[in-house]
């Protein structure tokens, strides 16, 4: 079992950054791929990013490449996703989200996962 907790989330100007964290509790946090999804109202939810357990593969939605970095901690069983460049199309609700096993960053990138977070608010204005 693992429990996820986001926040980071916040009101930013377009232009601005914002950094997201997400603390899982377990000893297994390693052995999980992560990943981060948003919501925006009267929308689906969407892939955002997503890392592999070791760090070492990473996979981005097209509209977030270049702006986000997704990055995890082990040691800290957090995962973080620091969002630059904002624009007003980012805002919505992000939520993190863990995959068994720690490579299934391509099973995150399809919207499965096995634990999802409560999610963060994040507004960006113009």
């Known amino acids: 079992q693992v429990q996820l907790v986001d926040s980071g989330g916040g009101l930013v100007q377009a232009g601005g950054s914002l950094r997201l964290s997400c603390a899982a509790s377990g000893r297994t946090f390693s052995s999980y791929a992560m990943g981060w999804f948003r919501q925006a109202p009267g929308k689906e939810r969407e892939f955002v990013a997503a890392i592999s357990w070791t760090g070492g593969s990473t996979v981005y939605a097209d509209s977030v490449k270049g702006r986000f970095t997704i990055a995890r901690d082990n040691a800290k069983n957090t995962v973080y996703l620091q969002m630059n460049s904002l624009k007003p199309e980012d805002a919505a609700v992000y939520y993190c989200?863990?995959?068994?096993?720690?490579?299934?960053?391509?099973?995150?990138?399809?919207?499965?996962?096995?634990?999802w977070g409560q999610g963060t608010q994040v507004t960006v204005s113009s």
């Open positions: 989200a863990a995959k068994y096993p720690g490579r299934s960053v391509g099973s995150l990138g399809r919207g499965e996962a096995d634990y």
